[in-house]
């Protein structure tokens, strides 16, 4: 019937709701949440080490590199006797303004410490402009390895490791260990867990992994001093 | 004519008389809120969403909720807007609406030969606030009157995009209201009156006019119809993507909501028009056992909410499956085929009516109606092609050979 052919179409989407014909693609958001994608780009964290040390060291790549100029980085030397960062410097201001920030996930690349990394928490709403600047306190990770739940965003399903840090991957040691230089691996990027292998990967044998005290984590990929 | 005004007018009249104007403005109103709410859960469905769902079982109260929102918001008017026409505007296009809706018989007995005529509390009347004896042309020209509440909204508004819009609107109003009124006078050639009440009982007994005047007429119709709304495909008065909002893109709060009202109220009463110009509105089978209330109300009710129903489904449709038309395109398929064919049913139609009524052979003088027709439309054709030729003739390709040579 030539083009009246599209009202058979939407005649059929219409009268097969229940079946697959017209089948709905929506989902009843607040109630039904869709898993999220492999590589989703949420808020950031700033990660430590499992000593907690802040991973961070100041260096201003994140800032440098980013396009929506929503990072503001000041470093400082550590403290000799008490050391923030296993390095010689810390970052001693970070403040992301999320009502700028484009969720490049550029900061991440940019990242030699893997000190910045991001979650795939996506709802925190905020009701004011100072809250839409996250400061360094809140960026932190807690002594656990786990981003800090901030009032006014909504952490309905928890955090769980594997669902919920950024796909994001690195083409280098993910935690200074020798043996994955050149490997593209995962990294338990919150700074605990340890992502599954996606799609075409495969697991590295686990006693190739150096836990990383990341002492000399900025030293390039070197492995150990 | 009404038989309630035909004795004196006393009280209880004017009582009855005002008892329909609210009942009818009231199911009118809470029939243009269902209708919005069954627009958007049926493209929903058809275009593989949900739709509306949060507020009320099933979203009902949805099209509730977005009106007391409109009417919360702040009610902006533009610097070089005209005031006082910026503000008459809507209601130039809701006005109109309701009315055409008083003239629709929606309820009485048209059954073996009745006129439709009920009693209420003690009266004899018909189920329609009003019943003109023009009641038909009260329909065309107040469908004329909604074309100045978008034009005057778009001029008065002092803004490009609603200018533009408006000029569309009239333009496309008025050229698809002459396919309109002419396929509307093939039902009167048939009805024998203007009558809206009239309409209706003559097609009592299933000789409804969508296929006494062989289907051409109602096509024509609705499809005029539809543009004369500017509702999907012919929305091009409006046109999102081109137009922000059309003749309304200034408007906000409830003169918004005034627009908004008014379009799902055109699109209701249209509906209702046809099924009383086409599908004998509220006539139906009705059995002569059952009691008397049945018969005059219930049963007609339901008749014509059922037939009103898919004509509201039919609308929905269109806006769900087709496009919106291009501007020389919409102006062709009004111009060039619906005018021109709903003219030449009409002049069929009529010489077998002719023919019929001084006894001459019906067939012969249809065959000479349709030659006639076929000639004009050849003619008309042809004319048409040569109008388009001449635009590309301006720079032939030979003429230029010639010229070098």
């Known amino acids: 019937m030539g083009y009246l052919d599209g009202f058979l179409v939407t005649f059929k989407k219409w009268a097969g709701t229940r079946t697959d014909t017209g089948r709905r693609v929506t989902t009843q958001y607040p109630e039904e949440v869709r898993p999220k994608p492999e590589r989703f780009h949420g808020r950031h964290v700033l990660n430590r080490y499992e000593d907690g040390m802040e991973k961070c060291i100041g260096c201003e790549l994140c800032a440098g590199v980013c396009p929506a100029r929503c990072i503001y980085v000041r470093g400082r030397d550590n403290d000799p006797a008490d050391p923030t960062s296993p390095g010689e410097r810390y970052g001693f201001v970070y403040e992301i303004n999320y009502l700028r920030c484009i969720h490049c996930d550029l900061c991440v690349e940019a990242c030699p410490t893997e000190a910045i990394t991001e979650t795939k928490l996506f709802e925190f709403a905020f009701t004011n402009r100072a809250d839409a600047i996250y400061t360094k306190d809140e960026l932190l990770v807690g002594d656990d390895g786990r981003p800090q739940q901030l009032p006014w965003e909504n952490w309905d399903g928890g955090f769980d490791p594997a669902a919920d840090t950024s796909g994001w991957m690195r083409a280098t040691a993910p935690a200074g260990s020798a043996e994955f230089e050149g490997i593209v691996a995962w990294a338990g990027e919150l700074g605990y867990g340890v992502r599954s292998p996606e799609l075409g990967q495969h697991a590295p044998d686990p006693s190739d992994h150096d836990d990383g005290h990341g002492h000399d984590d900025h030293d390039a990929h070197g492995g150990h001093h | ?405």
């Open chain 2, 1 to 405: 004519m009404d038989p309630l005004l035909s004795g004196g007018i006393g009280l209880s009249e004017i009582l009855i008389v005002l008892l329909k104007v609210v009942v009818a403005f009231a199911g009118l109103m809470v029939g243009v809120m269902a209708m919005v709410w069954f627009e958007r859960k049926l493209v929903a469905d058809m275009q593989n969403r949900i739709g509306p769902n949060r507020a009320g079982p099933f979203g009902i109260l949805q099209t509730l909720a977005d009106g007391i929102k409109l009417f919360f918001k702040e009610d902006l008017q533009p610097e070089r807007s005209d005031p006082f026409v910026f503000k008459l505007a809507p209601y130039l296009a809701l006005v109109p609406a309701f009315l055409v809706f008083t003239v629709i018989p929606i309820a009485g007995n048209f059954s073996d030969g009745q006129d439709g005529v009920v009693t209420l509390f003690g009266h004899e009347t018909l189920m329609q606030v009003a019943d003109p004896q023009m009641g038909i042309l009260f329909v065309l020209a107040m469908s004329s009157v909604a074309v100045y509440g978008v034009m005057l909204a778009g001029w008065s508004s002092g803004s490009k995009y609603p200018l533009l819009g408006s000029v569309r609107a009239s333009a496309q109003m008025v050229s698809y209201e002459a396919a309109l009124g002419l396929s509307v006078a093939t039902v009167l050639l048939f009805a024998g009156t203007l009558s809206t009440n009239g309409i209706v009982a003559s097609q009592a007994g299933w000789r409804w006019n969508i296929w006494m005047t062989l289907l051409v007429p109602f096509v024509v119709f609705v499809i005029a119809a539809t543009a004369e709304l500017n509702r999907p495909p012919f929305d091009l008065v409006e046109a999102e993507q081109e137009l922000v909002g059309g003749f309304h893109t200034e408007y906000s709060s409830i003169r918004f909501a005034l627009f908004f009202l008014a379009e799902f109220m055109n699109t209701v009463t249209m509906s209702a028009v046809i099924v009383t110009l086409f599908l004998g509105g509220p006539s139906g089978p009705i059995p002569s056992g059952a009691p008397g209330w049945v018969q005059d109300f219930l049963l007609p009710l339901i008749y014509f909410f059922a037939k009103l129903l898919v004509f509201l489904f039919v609308f929905v449709w269109f806006r769900a499956t087709l496009p919106r038309f291009r501007y020389d395109q919409l102006m062709d398929l009004g111009w060039k085929f619906l005018i021109p064919l709903a003219l030449g049913w009409f002049l069929i139609l009529t010489a077998i009516k002719v023919a019929r009524d001084q006894g001459w052979n019906p067939v012969v003088a249809g065959a000479v109606a349709a030659l006639a027709v076929v000639v004009g439309g050849l003619l008309l054709r042809s004319s048409i092609r040569a109008a388009e030729d001449k635009d590309f003739d301006a720079v032939d390709p030979a003429d230029l050979d010639g010229a070098g040579a």
